[in-house]
């Protein structure tokens, strides 16, 4: 069984940054990769990066290619999400999962899921 704990979300100003972590616990080889989606108020989840735990391979939604940086901890077993040059369209409920990730932008190849942390970002 895998746990996640995501923290990090808050409020903040455009052109801000923040980071997020995922703390997870029970990794197993069929949980390779470490995706973080978020999902805003009538939207789909959608997919924001994703990292391979052996490979350190990662992956970007075109929406934040430049902006957001996915790493990885693995002696903590944990992933970041470093968000740079925040938007108002960043503002979302974001989510760690780890799953296949094949394809990584797909929440349906990701079996376990975090509660979740609130970005906010306002002018």
């Known amino acids: 069984q895998v746990q996640l704990v995501e923290s990090g979300g808050g409020s903040v100003q455009i052109g801000g940054s923040l980071r997020l972590s995922c703390a997870a616990s029970?990794?197993?080889?069929?949980?390779?990769?470490m995706g973080w989606f978020r999902q805003a108020p009538g939207k789909e989840r959608e997919g924001v990066a994703a990292?391979?735990?052996?490979?350190?391979?990662?992956y970007y939604a075109d929406s934040v290619k430049g902006r957001f940086t996915i790493s990885r901890d693995i002696a903590k077993n944990t992933v970041y999400l470093q968000m740079n040059s925040l938007k108002p369209e960043d503002t979302a409920m974001y989510y760690c999962a780890a799953g296949s990730g094949n394809p990584w932008s797909s929440p349906l190849k990701y079996n376990y899921w975090g509660q979740g942390t609130q970005v906010t970002v306002s002018s």
């Open positions: 029970g990794y197993t080889y069929s949980n390779e990769c």
């Open positions: 990292i391979y735990r052996r490979s350190g391979s990662t």
